[in-house]
């Protein structure tokens, strides 16, 4: 991957984790109907606005997601991760974004307080800088205002 923080210019990250790649067909009831890349888009063009440069990515591989994590701690002023249904499970996803120096905001599309109980425990919201559920693709622009103020 490339990185062109050596113009000084600043990246944010933008991480999405297992079955998101799916958004705008999977269960759009509980989702939407809007599509990962347009929630992509929506916040990429939302950070250019502001002087940010976005770099998005989605795995549904848990190695992949503490891989990219790991490697945005010195290429990145901020990061936003929907974690997806590794938020209930990994502690190791924790345990990587608890090590990353910047400001970090959990974002979730539908609202895991009124979902089942295993989905009510999220291991990654003990170590982000703030959490936004439950209010659908404008969760992600939400965290993106967010991280503006704290960079």
Sequence with gaps: MIWL???????IAL???PNLNLLGERDPGQYGTTSLKEIEDQVTQLAEKNGLLTR???SNQEGQ?????QDCRRKTVGLIINPGAYSHTSIALRDALSDYPHPSIEVHLSNIYKR???RQQSY???VVDGIICG???TGYTLALHALLSCI
């Design 135 to 137: 209010l659908g693709e």
């Design 15 to 17: 991480i999405n984790g």
């Design 5 to 11: 923080n050596d113009l000084n210019e600043k990246y």
């Design 65 to 69: 997601l503490i891989d990219y994590i």
């Design 116 to 118: 089942e109980p295993f």
């Design 56 to 58: 998005c990515y989605q």
């Design 124 to 126: 990654i919201s003990a």
